[in-house]
């Protein structure tokens, strides 16, 4: 038997729930009758549950005989045994159990929130949270994805609170002293989709979608900040019923914010939950990316309402497509409700993450067998949602986006309210292409890694050759490799568009690049060329000099994503060791014109590497690059908003003071920072909400005790969860050691959610200033972090090694984690240990080089 797949003999097809949790005691009480179908005469029903009591169980056949079971719980494989004396009657049958559990503060199950009201006064609300096989925390069930049913939930509750779950409520009755409210039977849905949450509540009034009212939940004193998540719900949901022609399949639309929620947000159909920062704001007072942020969650989560809770993965191997898909669709939903925002270019800042990850020996495929779901833990990662959807997106331009769409719809309305795999999707997108898609996919799906497309001119030709990139020529050697990397194919099937110049013309061509190598004649008055036209494809493209140089001299005629894959690209080349340091260096040269957030964002990233790399002596002189490189563009644009200019501009100045203010180490900007952050404290003068971000982590970066109490007097008491945001991270930028110490103690000591304290740790082991400090106490605290904070909590914070680019910290990491035996689940460890080699790896081989660069700054 499969210790990971409940036996098939008895499946459930109903579950009336009733529960009754109490915030006073932190403790629940429940029953529940399930319909099952007995497929064979079995005296043993096997179901999961963990952390729960189960104190009655009583089955009645289809004969109508009724038995009483003996429970076997085990904690270990998470399943409750029902042993009976008699066999069960083949046929209906019905199943009740009585069980209690506690709400624990793990944010998983049935969990409780504490959090502070208007007043100041600490509350507790309760939620749930079951994905991926946390269902079996709240209640006993067959806690799979294929074991659809239908869920009838009541909730007994204080009279004073509120409940909602998946869908309406039908009926509202007195038991005793509880309210009892009765919500409408679901659609055939998975268990991980059940939600619940309990709480003193409150609700803006709702929009109607079609039939379905669409309401932003908070607790009290928040809903202010609902407007915007109200309007992108609404609009996403519009919008995905239109692209996927199926009605909305629930019968209304919460979305809830949560105090302390572990992850960005959760799909429970009708009843999606959210961390305050993804739903809530104030629109008037947030930056373009805090506003995107919540967008791109709100309509990630809506497009699930179809993609994962319609139609369901059959196992845990297919939660890639899940998300993948989600992630696709939210770029589609925002670009068309705000095609201003330029979401398909930002994308470009998200597939940049996965190529880096996917550029790994210690890489995986997007898709991989999974027998335990824990193994499925590690999918939830770069590769899983930003490379899935960049191959979507290449699949999507490559087909032709009304194919893509037919395939798709054919796809929701052939499996819903069951089941299906990615060999159904490919199935039904080649029903609407007519193309072989899975000869095509394949390659970018089952097998790890990415081609770097290498274009050169030789003897009159045009030459297009790919190889796989990877960033170290070897694997990695670590304590923990067992096997060998999984083996990447020899080549892939690559869509390649060019766009070539010459004779004053330009001319789009699609090549399906199939083979190591492919020739084709120069045009007459060749100019120059564009590999990755548009800037879909999920692979490198590698220039030979020449070719990148008569790109660089015409960046104008090259779109912003465009121009975004040529530093991009030319940056991992150079990470790589193909291209020199100095080379990339005088690169960032060409774009002191730029004016496009993203290209400015990786090589304000790229510096951000080097600073991790340079030696203390040489930092002041990076300092000056960074100066040179970004102050022209800010002076271009001036610290004040233009009147008519652009919400992507606005972000722009604040990214350039932020970069300009602290890894320039630019006294101007920190001194004009603080006079402009003051004027603004003091009403006198408000500053544009895309900038007050950057003079907040300005002003940390240069600023001394007075300013750390003042920020974290803020970071208690603010009044939208941006701002929380804001001056929490500020904690992380004062440079002085004993503040820094400060700021590591309040990771564990319970001034820092759970939710948050993880990622603080994380920047704190990623910046120069405080990673040293901050290792040593990882190392020190370990476990204690463990303990605290919730499931992926420390795989999230370790990412931070991966900025202790030094060969002595390098040389530490590896001997702490190889001591302490740490296995951070799938390939995870491998690969921030393989991007820490690749970072210390470009410090050995080009650290003179740098250095004799910086000399002139
Ligand atoms: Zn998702």
């Not at 210790?3 to 459930?12: E, I, K, Q, S, T």
């Not at 506690?102 to 100041?120: A, C, E, H, I, M």
């Not at 972000?651 to 890894?663: F, M, N, V």
Request: glycine share 6%.
């Amino acid at each position: 038997m499969d210790p990971f797949r409940l036996p098939r003999a008895v499946v459930p097809s109903r579950y009336d729930i009733r529960l009754e949790p109490d915030l006073t005691t932190l403790t629940f009480r429940g029953e529940e009758t399930i319909a099952v179908s007995v497929a064979e005469p079995v005296r043993e029903i096997v179901l999961n549950a963990v952390e729960l009591a189960v104190d009655e169980a009583v089955v009645v056949d289809a004969r109508g005989r009724e038995q009483w079971a003996t429970v076997g719980l085990d904690e270990a494989s998470e399943r409750c045994q029902l042993a009976f004396a008699e066999p069960l009657a083949v046929g209906a049958g019905r199943l009740r159990l009585v069980f209690r559990g506690t709400l624990n503060d793990k944010l998983r199950g049935f969990y409780r929130s504490v959090y502070k009201d208007p007043s100041g006064v600490s509350r507790t609300m309760a939620a749930t949270q079951f994905e991926a096989t946390d269902a079996r925390r709240a209640f006993p069930c067959w806690d799979e994805p294929a074991f659809k049913a239908i869920f009838s939930v009541t909730l007994a509750i204080d009279p004073a609170l509120t409940a909602v779950s998946n869908t309406r409520i039908v009926s509202k009755t007195r038991d005793g002293a509880r309210k009892v409210a009765r919500f409408a039977d679901s659609i055939v849905m998975s268990t991980y989709l059940v939600a619940i949450v309990v709480g003193e509540l409150e609700h803006t009034e709702p929009t109607l979608v079609g039939a379905t009212p669409v309401s932003i939940w908070c607790v009290p004193g928040k809903r202010r900040l609902a407007a915007f998540g109200q309007e992108i719900a609404v609009a996403s949901l519009r919008y995905f019923e239109d692209y996927y022609g199926l009605a909305y399949p629930g019968d209304k639309l919460d979305l809830l914010a949560i105090p302390d929620f572990a992850a960005g947000a959760m799909e429970n159909l009708g009843a999606i939950t959210f961390r305050e920062t993804a739903l809530l704001v104030d629109e008037q007072a947030a930056s373009h990316a805090e506003l995107q942020r919540i967008a791109d969650v709100v309509a990630h989560e809506n497009a699930h309402m179809w993609f994962g809770d319609l139609v369901t993965m059959s196992w845990w191997n297919g939660i890639w497509l899940n998300e993948a898909f989600a992630t696709f669709m939210e770029m589609l939903a925002v670009d068309a409700w705000k095609p201003e925002w330029q979401r398909w270019v930002a994308f470009g800042v998200s597939r940049a993450a996965a190529l880096s990850v996917d550029g790994l020996h210690s890489t995986r495929p997007i898709e991989f067998p999974v027998r335990a779901p824990r193994e499925a833990d590690a999918m939830f990662d770069v590769l899983t949602y930003e490379k899935g959807a960049s191959v979507l997106r290449m699949l999507e331009q490559y087909l032709g986006a009304e194919v893509f769409r037919a395939g798709v719809r054919e796809y929701l309305t052939r499996h819903r309210f069951a089941n299906a795999d990615t060999g159904d999707l490919w199935a039904a997108l080649g029903r609407a292409s007519q193309q072989p898609i899975p000869a095509v996919m394949d390659g970018w799906i089952f097998a790890p890694g990415y081609p770097v497309v290498s274009v050169s001119v030789e003897g009159g030709e045009l030459v297009l050759r790919q190889q796989r990139f990877t960033y170290l020529a070897e694997p990695l050697r670590w304590f923990g490799a067992t096997a060998a990397p999984a083996a990447a194919p020899a080549r892939w099937q690559v869509p390649v568009r060019l766009r070539l110049a010459a004779g004053g013309r330009e001319t789009v061509e699609r090549v399906l690049l199939a083979e190591p190598e492919t020739r084709r004649p120069l045009p007459a008055g060749f100019e120059s060329v564009v590999a990755n036209e548009g800037g879909h494809g999920f692979y490198r493209v590698r220039y030979d000099e020449a070719l990148r140089e008569r790109l660089l001299s015409r960046l104008p005629s090259l779109g912003a994503i465009e121009r975004f894959n040529l530093v991009n690209d030319a940056w991992a080349v150079t990470a790589a060791g193909l291209m020199p340091i100095t080379q990339y260096l005088d690169l960032t040269a060409r774009f002191r014109d730029e004016r496009d957030k993203n290209v400015w964002s990786v090589l304000i990233g790229s510096l951000h590497t080097l600073n991790r790399l340079v030696t203390p002596a040489d930092r002041p002189k990076l300092e000056a690059l960074v100066r040179d490189r970004a102050a022209p563009a800010l002076a271009a644009l001036g610290w004040t908003p233009q009147p008519g200019e652009d919400e992507l501009t606005r972000q722009l100045r604040g990214d350039l003071i932020r970069a300009l203010g602290t890894l320039g180490n630019d006294r101007a900007v920190q001194a004009r920072a603080a006079e402009l952050y003051a004027g603004h404290e003091r009403g006198a003068a408000p500053v544009d909400p895309n900038v007050l971000p950057a003079l907040i982590a300005v002003l940390a970066h240069a600023g001394d005790e007075g300013r750390y109490h003042e920020f974290f007097e803020r970071f208690r008491t603010a009044t939208t969860p941006q701002e929380e945001q804001r001056y929490l991270y500020a904690l992380t930028a004062f440079p002085k050691p004993a503040l820094v110490e400060q700021t590591l103690a309040r990771t564990i000591n319970g001034e820092i959610r759970t939710q948050d304290a993880p990622f603080v740790a994380r920047s704190m082991l990623m910046a120069v200033h405080s990673r040293e400090q901050a290792w040593d106490f990882v190392k020190k605290h370990w476990d204690t972090m463990d303990r605290l904070y919730p499931k992926h909590g420390l795989r999230r914070m370790a990412e931070g090694v991966v900025g202790l680019a030094t060969p002595e910290l390098e040389a530490d990491v590896h001997r702490f984690f190889h001591e302490r035996k740490i296995d951070l689940g799938g390939k995870t460890l491998e690969q921030y240990l393989e991007q820490l080699r690749v970072a210390v790896a470009l410090r050995e081989r080009e650290g003179a080089a740098l250095s004799a660069y910086l000399a002139r700054f």
